[in-house]
């Protein structure tokens, strides 16, 4: 049953026993000002006893308060945070999971109460952010190259970029946000080169340690980067090393929007994006979005739509979820609700989440614990 799903892989020379991986999820459970939190270590204990291969965690900042998502975004922008992570990627490869930790800066999408920076000054939720100079996206490359480094001194087995959601680096490669009149705006070959040159100088920092890039492939917005354009900029990430493309559709401009909305209650929303980049690269591809059965999953794999699978509410709603799979025990998977968002409503007010279908017991303990 499911041989493709159960069947082991490598990245980059890194051994996975099985194609599941869990996609990075932020759900306010580091501390306040960042730092890894006995709620984090229980979570990412929990999801690594999961039996998915690789834990990414969530998207931790490389540029502290400017780049970060919020005041709960895990830093990685000091060694100050060295000894925290290092027992996060412990604790995540003690349960036998493979452990990886995204890197990030937000950009105009910071949430903090500075002023934003971003590639061009374009309004964003009612905010003017500031150009970045030239001299400014040299220092925050080389803030991403000893983030990265900070990776893998703490132990983790593998580092990934963050060029999803709207983020820095999607917001160069967008037509919508980079309006920049020197080279790195413009045509498509302008507006990659920033990333490009952070996953050179990461590259160059880390050695022969795995760099993966979690890659936006369509904005869902007129004006935004579209499969179109963005498959290029894929060949250009192979072609720069990368380890693999972990593929997602959408940024905050696009996410709320009714069709979004609804579109992004289907399941498989987002396989479409990663078998239309599959087909442009040779590098490992990874699906996210709604994979809430083992059926889909095998299907997603045995069509060479993708390579792994990604579980990020899916794994977070039920920890059991590989392990009911393989099992045979499918009808007693607790499904995340696709028409609730209650775990994004909270993140986004600052509080930690809870996934509103755990059993009562679960809920009672957590909520006592942390709440
Ligand atoms: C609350 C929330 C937080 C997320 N945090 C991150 C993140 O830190 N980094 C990232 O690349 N994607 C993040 N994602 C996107 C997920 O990795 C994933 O692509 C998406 O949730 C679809 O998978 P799922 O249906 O299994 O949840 C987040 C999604 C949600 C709902």
Redesign the pocket.
Known sequence: MYAHLFSPYKIDGLELPNRLTM?????GYAAAGGAVSPLLLDHYRLMAQSGVALVMV??ATIDHPTGS?SDRTLRADSDDYLEGLATLARVIKQQGARAGL?I?HAGRFAGVALQPLAPSAVETFGRQPRALSLEEMQKIACQYAQAARRVQQAGFDLV?L?G??GYLLAQFVSPRTNHRADDYGGPLENRQKFPLEVVAQVKAAVADFPVGY?FLADEWLPDGLLLAESGRFAQALAQAGVAYL?V?GGTYESFFLPQIVEKSKQAGY?VDLAAAIKGQVKVPVIT????ATGALAEEILERGRADLI???????ADPDWPRKVQQARESEIIH?DPGCDT??QM?MRGKP?FCVRWPVEKMRTWKTKFL
């Open positions: 996609a990075p999820l932020y759900l969530e998207n998502g995204q990030n990934e963050h999803g959601t979690r972990s997602m987002m996210a979005g709604r994979i990604g579980l990020a509410r899916v794994l977070w995340c775990c994004m993140v989440a």
